[in-house]
């Protein structure tokens, strides 16, 4: 995001905020889910490799991990609520 000034001179934040690339793939969360009753997490992690990007054949971190699981969780909770707040967001946009 950038930081400019608007016409009355205050600082307002420009541009699209970046997200962080996603590590974990929907093959790797579906292998994570299948796996997530009764492994824990470190034995889980030791099982997956990440296929593109800089850490390229290397295992996802644990908090990697818990982000795809904390993902899936509010996208299986509420099912419409993301794809309707990209929506208005776009909306938004000039």
């Not at 929907?26 to 990440?50: F, K, N, P, Q, Y």
């Not at 850490?55 to 982000?67: D, G, L, M, Q, V």
């Amino acid at each position: 995001m950038l930081l400019a000034e608007d016409d009355g001179g205050n600082r307002v934040l420009q541009g699209k905020p970046q997200q962080p690339p996603q590590v974990i793939t929907d093959d790797m969360l579906h292998t994570v889910l299948r796996r997530a009753r009764g492994e824990s997490i470190e034995d889980i992690r030791l099982g997956l490799i990440i296929p593109t990007g800089k850490r390229k054949e290397k295992y996802p971190s644990p908090a990697s991990i818990y982000r795809a699981l904390t993902e899936h969780d509010k996208r299986q909770c509420h099912p419409g609520a993301i794809e309707q707040a990209h929506a208005d967001f776009a909306a938004l946009q000039p």
